[in-house]
């Protein structure tokens, strides 16, 4: 029951945050839901909870090779998900979902003048690359 069931969380989640919708089994949906997975085991491993408290004692341990990985392969994936929106993104219309609506916010300040503060620090925080949300 847990992967039909978490499975179809996830699809919703991706739809509220990306406007896209998978199909159970989609092979590119579920190679993202693994990483998820992968990622939420990793961050709840005690051995990754000191390397965060300790970082200067990670590079090149393995725990620290892995979530490089998996956060690499997730920005990827996060990076091609804004380059689509911001191709078709339309400012004229309300969002469709939650990527849309902070690319629409960022543009909405940038063209205001109006400082972004901690509201860009927090994208890039999760999306990874700052040249990308500008």
């Not at 199909?23 to 839901?33: E, S």
């Not at 400012?91 to 849309?100: G, I, K, M, N, R």
Request: aromatic share 14%; glycine share 6%; with cysteine.
């Amino acid at each position: 029951m847990e992967m039909p069931l978490s499975t179809c969380v996830a699809s919703v989640v991706a739809n509220i945050a990306l406007g896209r919708r998978y199909r159970y089994g989609d092979p590119k949906f579920q190679h993202y839901y693994d990483l998820n997975k992968q990622m939420f085991a990793l961050f709840g491993d005690p051995c990754f909870m000191i390397m965060t408290m300790y970082p200067w004692h990670i590079r090149g341990h393995m725990g620290y090779d892995a979530m490089a990985d998996l956060l690499a392969q997730f920005q990827e994936y996060f990076t091609e998900q804004i380059r689509e929106h911001k191709k078709t993104l339309d400012l004229t219309s309300e969002p469709e979902d939650v990527t849309a609506a902070y690319l629409a916010e960022m543009k909405r300040r940038a063209d205001s003048g109006e400082d972004s503060g901690s509201f860009r620090w927090t994208g890039i925080c999760i999306f990874g690359d700052k040249n990308l949300l500008q």
